[in-house]
């Protein structure tokens, strides 16, 4: 079972940038589509982007198309997650979690446990 340590949260102004990681453990990542979702306070889960094993597609949400982006290193293990122009309303615990498939209608599992992204105005 692969287990996801999310780092690389924490403070930012509104409109600038941070970039999340997502460590896996276990040999098979590689073969993993890998999802971002976020969850602010009294809201439900909300699904982020996706990217499929080897990179090659991804899908987001609207909400974030052309502001943020998700890629992979396959080599260390590790997912990112560039966020930019950031939006106090964002502001949320972020979490990855390793997908049945790349796209927003897939199932995902093996939650991290999440890192806080707290967007100031």
């Known amino acids: 079972q692969v287990q996801l340590v999310e780092s690389g949260g924490g403070l930012v102004q509104a409109g600038g940038s941070l970039r999340l990681s997502c460590a896996a453990s276990?040999?098979?990542?590689?073969?993993?589509?890998m999802g971002w979702f976020r969850q602010a306070p009294g809201k439900e889960r909300d699904f982020i982007a996706a990217i499929s094993w080897n990179g090659g597609s991804t899908d987001y949400a609207d909400y974030v198309r052309g502001r943020f982006n998700i890629s992979r290193d396959n080599a260390e293990n590790t997912v990112y997650l560039q966020m930019n122009s950031l939006d106090p309303e964002e502001t949320a615990v972020y979490y990855c979690a390793v997908g049945t498939g790349w796209s927003a209608d897939r199932d995902f599992y093996s939650w991290g446990q999440g890192t806080q992204v707290t967007v100031s105005s």
């Open positions: 276990g040999r098979t990542f590689s073969s993993y589509a």
